[in-house]
């Protein structure tokens, strides 16, 4: 099946910091999406990316489908933005669910 | 409108004991999905319905794991007997339909079996 690597694996940031997490997956895709999973557990969709680039206030995501890789901004980066961000894809063959990498770690300190 | 809800938040066992996990999707949404996610990993798929069917299920432990969408609307994951292994945090999805747009997650059941 699909593969999906996250990097760096774990970030730790000063607040107001920017920052940018990489997402390689390893066959072409037609859904892509970034989800913010908070200290409480809650996973929060952030963008529906499967190619382009989004912008939504202080984040914004790239996808380039042809070279299987996105990258997700974060600008000025708060406390509140801690947590594990997950890249999620859907292989192009098919409706298939969306695969998950190991995430992203981020700390913002203060 | 209501998210996808999931009940219990918590959940404490004792091994081989009887254990299941309650999931409503967003109205209107076909397909649920339900993952496991293990500490410090990413959430991996158990098992995907588009309606009351289940289309993928290649992941589900099938000697102990089951689950049912009788009415194509809310659904339960059931594990029988459970094992210290299956410690986790069970994850309830939905989408519009297969195509994954308005992917969105319940809160999800944390799972300890001691």
């Known amino acids: 099946g699909i593969q999906v690597e996250q990097s760096p694996p774990d970030l730790i940031l000063q607040e107001g910091a920017n920052s940018t997490l990489r997402c390689n997956f390893s066959d072409s895709v037609n859904n892509l999406q970034w989800f913010h999973q908070n200290p409480w557990g809650q996973l929060i969709n952030l963008f529906y990316i499967p190619s382009g680039t989004k912008q939504n206030g202080r984040l914004s995501a790239t996808t380039v489908a042809t070279e299987r890789y996105s990258l997700l901004y974060i600008s000025s980066s708060q406390t509140t933005d801690s947590g594990v961000y997950f890249c999620?894809?859907?292989?192009?063959?098919?409706?298939?669910?969306?695969?998950f990498g190991k995430g992203t770690r981020l700390s913002v300190i203060a | 409108e209501a998210g996808v809800v999931q009940s219990p938040r918590y959940k404490i066992i004792e091994k081989k004991q009887p254990v299941a996990f309650w999931c409503n999707p967003i109205?209107?949404?076909?397909?649920l999905y339900w993952y496991l996610q293990n500490l410090g990993q990413g959430p991996e798929l158990l098992i995907r319905y588009e309606n009351e069917e289940a289309v993928d299920d290649s992941q589900l432990p099938k000697d102990r794991f089951s689950a049912e969408r009788l009415k194509g609307v809310d659904s339960t994951l059931k594990i029988q007997p459970a094992e210290l292994g299956d410690s986790a945090v069970y994850l309830c999805?939905?989408?519009?339909?297969?195509?994954?747009?308005?992917?969105?997650f319940g809160s999800g059941t944390r799972l300890t079996v001691v």
């Open positions: 109205s209107g949404h076909n397909t």
């Open positions: 999805a939905s989408s519009v339909d297969g195509t994954g747009y308005g992917y969105t």
């Open positions: 999620a894809v859907g292989a192009l063959s098919g409706n298939t669910p969306l695969v």
